[in-house]
């Protein structure tokens, strides 16, 4: 029972150029979500994180878009940068869960 | 402030040793998790805690068990390791279920 789906799986950009990777949830109860960010041999950080009361937060090169009716939401990644290159994981959580469901995870990978 | 440190870094095991890994915070934080992460699995929630003297089962509890008698500590505890257990746990903290910090990991190696 998969509740939240992440795609792409795996992504190459050029530098400069935009990243943009999706969440797709199922429990209409979720009221947090958020996008963290994980480098090779550490734990995930926060990167960014929205509320259902707004369509769009943006915090400097990093958007969150977020479509209730849809129960999507998506991280946008503008001027991409190699550092930037890591793995990215969508993680709602809220309603009777004190917890996060995690997405798989999306390999972003910024080409000089 | 350490934020939330990890103990051991690296362990290798043998089938049916045992073995406890150790995550402490000095966030004052309530909520404590533990995860462990394969290769294309993502992170799995094992099992959390939402205070001290709490605990509760996550995703794939078997074979784990945790303890939180200490509000700034949570421990898991591998009763009989087995080769499934392979994996990278990473052990978690948050004031709340949202917003969670997480510590540097325990890669562990189960022959």
């Known amino acids: 029972q998969q509740q939240v789906k992440q795609s792409p799986q795996s992504l190459i950009v050029q530098k400069g150029g935009i990243s943009i990777i999706n969440c797709a949830y199922e429990?209409?109860?979720?009221?947090?979500f958020p996008w963290y960010q994980q480098f090779p041999g550490k734990g995930p950080a926060l990167l960014i994180a929205?509320?259902?009361d707004v369509s769009e937060k943006k915090e400097g090169r990093f958007t969150i878009s977020f479509n209730k009716s849809a129960k999507q939401f998506s991280l946008h990644i503008m001027d991409s940068q190699p550092g930037d290159s890591a793995t990215y994981f969508c993680?709602?959580?809220?309603?009777?869960?004190?917890?996060?469901?995690w997405g798989l995870g999306t390999s972003l990978g910024v080409n000089p | 402030n350490a934020g939330v440190t990890q103990t051991p870094k690296f362990r290798v095991l043998k089938t049916g040793q045992s073995m406890t890994l150790l995550c402490a915070q000095d966030?004052?934080?309530?909520?404590m998790y533990w995860y462990r992460q394969d290769p294309g699995m993502g992170l799995r929630l094992i099992h959390y805690?939402?205070?001290?003297?709490?605990?509760a089962k996550g995703e794939v509890p078997d074979g784990y068990n945790v303890s939180r008698l200490k509000k700034q500590n949570f421990l898991l505890g591998l009763e009989s390791a087995a080769p499934s257990q392979t994996s990278v746990y990473f052990c978690?903290?948050?004031?709340?279920?949202?917003?969670?910090?997480f510590g540097p990991g325990t890669r562990l190696t189960v022959l």
């Open positions: 978690a903290t948050g004031p709340f279920y949202n917003e969670q910090f």
């Open positions: 966030m004052n934080h309530e909520y």
């Open positions: 805690s939402v205070g001290e003297g709490t605990t």
């Open positions: 429990n209409t109860a979720f009221d947090y």
């Open positions: 929205i509320r259902p």
């Open positions: 993680a709602p959580g809220g309603g009777n869960n004190r917890k996060l469901i």
